[in-house]
């Protein structure tokens, strides 16, 4: 089993900074892609950040410029460091991961439960 458990969540006024970190454990043998979605009230689940093992990214247009995405593989960690913070990125933030549990393995998505990120205009 894998847990992915996230932190770093909060409240914050608009122009402002805040960080997410993700933590994976439990029976992983590697892991492939590891992003970021969010989930505001009423809309779809959009991909925000999305970083392969090799370190390559892709973003939302959105958050293009504003926010960067970083993992550590050796740790199973994926950190999204958001600045510039605005009315609009308020949501809930999952962290996901596609997971490799051995060698023939080709990978499966696993979901954390989600931080909660309010930017006050």
């Known amino acids: 089993q894998v847990q992915l458990v996230e932190s770093g969540g909060g409240l914050v006024q608009a122009g402002g900074s805040l960080r997410l970190s993700c933590a994976a454990s439990?029976?992983?043998?590697?892991?492939?892609?590891m992003g970021w979605y969010r989930q505001a009230p009423g809309r779809q689940r959009e991909l925000v950040a999305g970083?392969?093992?090799?370190?390559?990214?892709n973003y939302a247009e959105s958050v293009k410029g504003r926010f960067t995405i970083s993992r550590d593989n050796a740790k199973s960690t994926v950190t999204l460091q958001m600045n510039s913070l605005k009315p609009e990125d308020t949501a809930v933030y999952y962290c996901?991961?596609?997971?490799?549990?051995?060698?023939?393995?080709?990978?499966?998505?696993?979901w954390g439960k989600g931080t909660l990120v309010t930017v006050s205009s």
């Open positions: 439990g029976s992983i043998f590697s892991i492939n892609t």
């Open positions: 996901n991961a596609e997971v490799r549990t051995s060698w023939i393995d080709g990978g499966m998505n696993y």
């Open positions: 970083v392969t093992r090799g370190g390559s990214t």
